[in-house]
């Protein structure tokens, strides 16, 4: 069976994946849409409207998957629900009869722990909100009886990419040596364009071409979890054993020991063999049985972030910089304000690199900077003033300013913690279109 990759992160580009399904002759199309941050992001979203909380792209996505995958007898699944699986599962339907399509469509549920976390007397009376990393029996079970399209909360990203490989194949849950194909594919698979030379490419050292083109991957799994990797002919990128290694060690910290939700994969072995015409068979991975837990990322609530940016350009534009700086920083704490990890920072001198300073990486003067304060507060009248206080500076600070501009975040701050297995409970909802 072929599944490809139609996104790897939640802004992921949209017209690759539709030309995979066009013409990749494709089983599966699956979305990777979440990371730590963005299903923050939607849980913030959440509290505010409950009908909200899932990717804000889904809509779009489906306008431009539907209609291809229901002619090349593709199904789909992703975990774009977020927050709010079944309120994506709506407006997947929805989007579905407004195309004359009939599916069937599925929400599975059960990662989202919040409430129990808070009626906990032992577990964080804080937490905003609580997700599991669910594995992918429920996908399969959802895709066992019919699904056209999966919608899911916080599914491991593998799991994801696995669980349609077994339900295509049959396999049992604990069948380890073909799981370990499947797992190591949909690892592969997850960051979509990464594999296919997406990060990759650092001009004079990683030469890929096309990037500009770079098309999405796939992976054709055979029923003992054989795994054979590539993409599409006349797609930009390159995808090699380079992208494969690269990618393979992508968030992994011990490659003997990879936990997933749906098994504990060893890497160590992996090799990779170049069959030409950007393919590459991935051998040599092995899974053994998962632990009794599952990871749960729990988010609490973090304040206000106040932000302002100012840029200046010229000779003697560091010096105008650090002038900024300083009146900003003086002006902040006179105000005697509750602003906690005020930073201010010159981007292109030492903003990512912190701690290095002057002169600049190139040597000698920049031929332009830009001033970026921030600041945490529990207050957002506080976090509006940070921002005020940089873009005052046009007519209130050094010479030649411009550019500025402000803003104010709510925030969370996260954190991971275990669970027993046992504890959650998934569950699949259905929604006819």
């Not at 957002?380 to 501009?405: D, F, M, Q």
Request: net charge negative; aromatic share 6%.
């Amino acid at each position: 069976m072929r599944i490809g990759a139609g996104a790897g992160f939640a802004d992921d580009r949209i017209d690759p994946a539709v030309d995979l399904v066009e013409r990749g002759e494709l089983d599966f199309l699956v979305l990777e849409c979440l990371a730590e941050r963005t299903i923050a992001l939607r849980s913030l979203e959440r509290l505010h409207d409950p009908d909200a909380g899932f990717d804000p792209w889904l809509r779009e996505r489906m306008l431009a998957f539907l209609g291809p995958c229901a002619a090349h007898g593709v199904r789909i699944v992703t975990n774009a629900g977020a927050a709010n699986p079944v309120g994506a599962v709506r407006l997947v339907a929805a989007v579905a009869r407004e195309l004359g399509l009939r599916m069937k469509v599925a929400a599975v549920t059960g990662d989202d722990l919040t409430r129990m976390w808070r009626a906990s007397d032992v577990l964080a009376p804080d937490v905003v909100a609580a997700q599991a990393y669910l594995g992918g029996e429920a996908i399969v079970r959802a895709l066992d009886e019919g699904a056209d399209v999966v919608v899911t909360g916080r599914v491991a990203d593998a799991s994801l990419f696995a669980a349609p490989v077994s339900h295509a194949h049959g396999w049992r849950a604990d069948d380890w040596p073909a799981l370990a194909g499947a797992l190591t594919a949909g690892h592969l698979l997850e960051c979509a364009g990464q594999l296919t030379g997406g990060y990759f490419a650092d001009p004079g050292v990683a030469e890929v071409p096309g990037l500009a083109e770079l098309g999405f991957p796939f992976a054709d799994v055979d029923a003992a979890g054989g795994v054979v990797v590539g993409k599409l002919p006349g797609t930009g990128g390159v995808l090699d054993a380079r992208t494969c290694t690269q990618q393979l060690l992508y968030e992994v910290h011990d490659p003997a020991a990879y936990v997933t939700p749906d098994a504990t994969l060893d890497l160590s072995g992996v090799s990779f063999t170049e069959l030409g015409d950007d393919r590459v068979r991935v051998e040599g991975c092995a899974a053994s049985p998962p632990p009794a837990t599952l990871k749960v990322t729990l988010a609490t609530w973090a304040g206000f972030v106040g932000e302002g940016e100012i840029s200046y350009a010229g000779p003697g534009c560091l010096a105008r910089a650090d002038l900024a700086i300083d009146v900003v920083e003086k002006r902040l704490r006179a105000s005697g304000l509750p602003i906690e990890d005020l930073r201010c920072e010159r981007i292109g001198v030492d903003a990512v690199r912190r701690g290095v300073g002057v002169p600049p990486a190139t040597g000698g003067e920049p031929a332009e900077v830009r001033v970026r304060v921030v600041g945490r507060t529990p207050e957002r009248a506080v976090a509006e003033r940070i921002g005020r206080e940089v873009t005052g500076l046009w007519t209130n600070g050094p010479a030649g300013g411009g550019g500025a501009r402000r803003s104010v975040t709510e925030q969370l701050a996260l954190t991971s913690a275990a669970i027993d297995r046992a504890a959650v409970h998934t569950s699949i909802e259905w929604v006819d279109a």
